[in-house]
């Protein structure tokens, strides 16, 4: 009876421990917990994107990333400083603007002929802009609406100028690096230039994931007015399980946003 006495204070004494394993994880509290943090379709979004620029960064190197990056940026100020100038040689080359005017004037009706800047004539309709136009040189005030296409025409070679000399500068840049970074490929360089754009690559895809978080953040405020503050985006965002992680990135760069995005970065994560 001994025996049996001390087994059964035993058992009492370890089930009065054992409550811990009764608050299992069956309990609702810890239930929605779980699946307030579950991945979303946001979360899998901004994964694939890192994924990719990690594996694109790891493909390509560090040196070679840093060449295209660097490229982006001096095309950026090539084409910013130098298509306006551009435009201006085409047009006084070939009146490139008065013929774009021409061929637009063809989808509005017919017209009178006009003077243009080149010294050719085009068929322009009377109504193509009504008269005050902000599309008109000096906001449309004291102009004929029918003189709208030429300043419309030279907008659209500026930018097309504009794209051309930014893509063929990053095309060249790039192409001139490859080149001047040969060495990368040697094997003593080769494992850092790999790991090193691995990062670069993962920095990169956290950084393109910010901006559509903050895109996204953007479009909630106006989704918001049309079907109040529960609707399918704002749950989206509220549940990420990585949005604290790039709320975070966005309130550093809090500064560098326009002044009418910067609460939307400003709440709670």
Request: net charge positive.
């Amino acid at each position: 009876m001994s025996h049996g006495g001390y087994t059964t204070e035993r058992k009492a004494r370890w089930c009065r421990y054992r409550p811990a394993k009764k608050a299992s994880p069956r309990s609702p509290g810890r239930g929605r917990s779980v699946k307030r943090d579950a991945v979303n379709w946001l979360d899998i979004i901004l994964l694939a994107v890192l994924a990719v620029a990690a594996y694109r960064g790891l493909k390509t190197g560090l040196l070679l990333s840093c060449v295209r990056l660097t490229g982006l940026v001096v095309a950026y100020f090539v084409a910013t400083a130098y298509h306006r100038a551009l435009a201006d040689f085409l047009e006084a080359q070939w009146h490139l603007a008065d013929l774009l005017a021409a061929w637009l004037s063809q989808f509005t009706g017919s017209g009178a002929n006009v003077v243009m800047a080149g010294g050719g004539q085009v068929a322009v309709p009377a109504t193509v802009f009504p008269a005050g136009s902000p599309l008109l040189p000096g906001g449309g005030t004291g102009l004929p609406g029918r003189a709208g296409l030429y300043p419309v025409a030279r907008g659209i070679i500026g930018a097309v100028c504009f794209f051309a000399l930014f893509a063929l500068t990053e095309r060249f840049w790039y192409l001139a690096g490859s080149r001047l970074t040969f060495f990368r490929r040697w094997f003593p360089f080769l494992p850092f230039d790999r790991l090193g754009g691995l990062l670069l690559g993962a920095a990169w895809g956290f950084l393109c994931g910010a901006v559509l978080v903050l895109l996204l953040l953007h479009a909630a405020e106006f989704y918001r007015v049309f079907k109040g503050p529960e609707n399918f985006l704002g749950r989206t965002l509220v549940t990420s399980a990585l949005m604290p992680y790039y709320k975070g990135l966005l309130r550093i760069m809090a500064a560098f946003l326009p002044g009418s995005w910067q609460h939307l970065v400003a709440g709670p994560c």
